[in-house]
């Protein structure tokens, strides 16, 4: 079982920067790729930045690439979001996902393949 707990959300101006961090309980956090996602009131959540068990594949949406970095601390069992130039529209929960693969390569961009969750934390922007 793995519980993971993010930290570092808050109110930034639009061009601003944040990072947020996912901490992660247990032992076998190499055995997860790790995801990022979000979601707006009145919307549905969705995919972010995911990064590989090993850390050596990333992949973003369109909408962050370029803005976002995803990365990760086997040592510290911790996952981050660095997030610069934010937009009004990053506005959102930010939830921290855990998925369990056997490849230390393959991510994951949708919902369902993450098997653990963490609480969210808000990221709100404004102008």
């Known amino acids: 079982q793995v519980q993971l707990v993010e930290s570092g959300g808050g109110l930034v101006q639009a061009g601003g920067s944040l990072r947020l961090s996912c901490a992660a309980s247990?032992?076998?956090?190499?055995?997860?790729?790790m995801g990022w996602f979000r979601q707006a009131p009145g919307k549905e959540r969705e995919f972010v930045a995911t990064?590989?068990?090993?850390?050596?594949?990333?992949y973003y949406s369109d909408s962050v690439k370029g803005r976002f970095t995803i990365s990760r601390d086997n040592a510290k069992n911790t996952v981050y979001l660095q997030m610069n130039s934010l937009k009004l529209e990053d506005t959102a929960v930010y939830y921290c996902?855990?998925?369990?693969?056997?490849?230390?390569?393959?991510?994951?961009?949708?919902?369902?393949?993450?098997?653990?969750w963490g609480q969210g934390t808000q990221v709100t922007v404004s102008s």
């Open positions: 247990g032992r076998t956090f190499t055995s997860y790729a």
């Open positions: 990064i590989s068990r090993s850390g050596g594949n990333t």
């Open positions: 996902a855990a998925g369990f693969r056997p490849s230390t390569q393959t991510m994951g961009t949708l919902t369902g393949q993450y098997d653990h």
